[in-house]
T-cell receptor, first 113, second 112 residues
Framework: GQQLNQSPQSMFIQEGEDVSMNCTSS?????WLWYKQDPGEGPVLLIA?????ELTSNGRLTAQFGITRKDSFLNISASIPSDVGIYFC?????????????FGKGTKLSVKP | KAGVTQTPRYLIKTRGQQVTLSCSPI?????VSWYQQTPGQGLQFLFE???????NKGNFPGRFSGRQFSNSRSEMNVSTLELGDSALYLC???????????FGQGTRLTVV
């Protein structure tokens, strides 16, 4: 089946640092979504992208829909402690049904000891 | 607007039993999808319902089933539970024609 490769798998952040993560696929996606999940909670939608090349911001978060429609990245600027959590990319495959999202395995953000 | 509500939050069941999980979508949302989340496999799509009809189905055995009612509320059922069914089951709702899925807090199912 279709897969999304999300990297990095985990990363440590120090307050104030910028963070970057990305997702790639071997096939085309119509929509890219970025979610954050805290322990014991459901994923919360951060940003939705609909067009190739689209760049969208939500506060300190910026995400882009790749030109080839096969990738997307998420940047977090000036990270703060509450940014800790697991970030997931999700995509709706080309030709796929509205409700069938494919998810990456997640990027776990932790605070540097 | 109230978010997606899932009940119960936690469940412990024995192998061989069956379980029913419930999901109330955001008011006005007619599409409800279900996902299974495990540490090893991540988030995997189970099925999607729209206007009481199953519109899409993931790659899960027939022991996993669901339904949607006229008020868009949805239930999923797992019969003959196996240890490997232990997971966080997430429900998400979407507005008609929109891809953005809004998730509930999930039901943590433990099979012993």
């Amino acid at each position: 089946g279709q897969q999304l490769n999300q990297s990095p798998q985990s990363m440590f952040i120090q307050e104030g640092e910028d963070v970057s993560m990305n997702c790639t696929s071997s096939s085309i996606f119509n929509t890219w979504l970025w979610y954050k999940q805290d322990p014991g909670e459901g994923p919360v939608l951060l940003i939705a992208l609909y067009k190739a090349g689209e760049l969208t911001s939500n506060g300190r978060l910026t995400a882009q829909f790749g030109i080839t429609r096969k990738d997307s990245f998420l940047n977090i600027s000036a990270s703060i402690p509450s940014d800790v959590g697991i970030y997931f990319c999700a995509g709706q495959p080309g030709g796929g049904s509205q409700g069938n999202l494919i998810f990456g395995k997640g990027t776990k953000l932790s605070v540097k000891p | 607007k109230a978010g997606v509500t899932q009940t119960p939050r936690y469940l412990i069941k024995t192998r061989g039993q069956q379980v029913t999980l419930s999901c109330s979508p955001i008011s006005g949302h007619r599409s409800v999808s279900w996902y299974q989340q495990t540490p090893g496999q991540g988030l995997q799509f189970l099925f999607e319902y729209f206007s009481e009809t199953q519109r899409n189905k993931g790659n899960f055995p027939g022991r996993f089933s669901g339904r949607q009612f006229s008020n868009s509320r949805s239930e999923m059922n797992v019969s003959t539970l196996e240890l490997g069914d232990s997971a966080l089951y997430l429900c998400a709702s979407s507005a008609t024609g929109r891809t953005e899925a809004f998730f509930g807090q999930g039901t943590r199912l433990t099979v012993v």
